[in-house]
């Protein structure tokens, strides 16, 4: 009705309400009736921003590397914002009606760009790849103590290095000496795993030659063993041989002398007697006279003590 709207701006946006081209209400979230006639309205968001960047930059060795990383801002100053920039609204889409606030991020990329070429141009491949998270750093500290976003009206709060690669060709040349470390590494562990195994072969056979080594010492120690037992053994019978000849001998000298002090025509009686005791034991014997005549002439000799002759 007559052209009279409503507009309640949010927490995070700082308005400024212009009348007919001269401002007549600011401040934080601000809500009022307004004119479409003759109001426009300001809208500077003071919530935090993100922007990212990508750069190209060589180092001081001549080195191309990329640079891709993050930042984020807010603007601290939001009227010294809208004095460089058109951050007009449609309150009804609520739309700016210019294209500056999504340029802000640019520029605060821009500033970033001449810092991180500064630091990177003073610096050799390898000291940046080593130092990259830090010099992120350094951008934010050399950003913040030259005031660089002041006309911006802008705070950096954070800035961060995603990733920084040099070309294809000297990531190559970089990542040789590491490929190649990896693979001797992996060679030596296949090489110690071989020697391990030979290792460990190497162990069985000397523990199975030991074994073999002691199995015949025990063999040895045992052949010796049933020999000096067989040695013992036979030198024991032999000494009970030789005992029981000896006894033997000595009963048959006491028996013989028994018949020493005899008239030998009695002790051929006696034989002859044992002999019929024994004659079944006997096979064959032949006494002829002759052989009984001969035994008693020598005894009959041997009585009177004449010499015997054959």
Known sequence: MLGISFFKGLPTEYILRYR??????????????????????????????????????????????????????????????????????????????????????????????????????????????????????QVLESVRANNLLANLGVELLGVFFVGVKPTPEVSKALEAPFREALLRAADEAVYARRGAAVEEERKIKQSELETDVTLENNRRELIERKGQNATQEAEFRGRALELEAGFRARAL?????????????????????????????????????EILASLLQNGTAQSKGEPHSS
């Open 20 to 137: 007919s081209g001269r401002i007549v209400a600011r401040g934080q979230g601000l809500a009022f009736y307004y004119s479409s006639l003759n109001t426009q309205i300001v809208a500077v968001p003071t919530a935090s921003s993100d922007g990212n960047f990508i750069f190209n930059e060589v180092t001081r060795d001549f080195q191309s590397l990329a640079v891709q990383g993050q930042f984020t801002f807010r603007i601290n100053e939001p009227e010294v914002a809208a004095q460089l920039l058109n951050f007009s609204l449609n309150p009804r889409t609520r739309a700016f009606l210019a294209g500056d606030p999504e340029r802000l991020a640019n520029r605060v990329a821009n500033v970033i760009q001449t810092q991180t070429r500064a630091l990177i141009g003073a610096r050799t491949l390898g000291e940046v790849l080593a130092d990259a998270q830090n010099m992120a750093g």
């Open 253 to 289: 000298q006491a028996e013989t002398d028994v018949f020493a002090g005899l008239e030998p025509r009695l002790v051929l009686a006696l034989a002859m007697r044992e002999l019929g005791h024994n004659a079944k034991r006997i096979g064959n014997l032949n006494i002829t006279p």
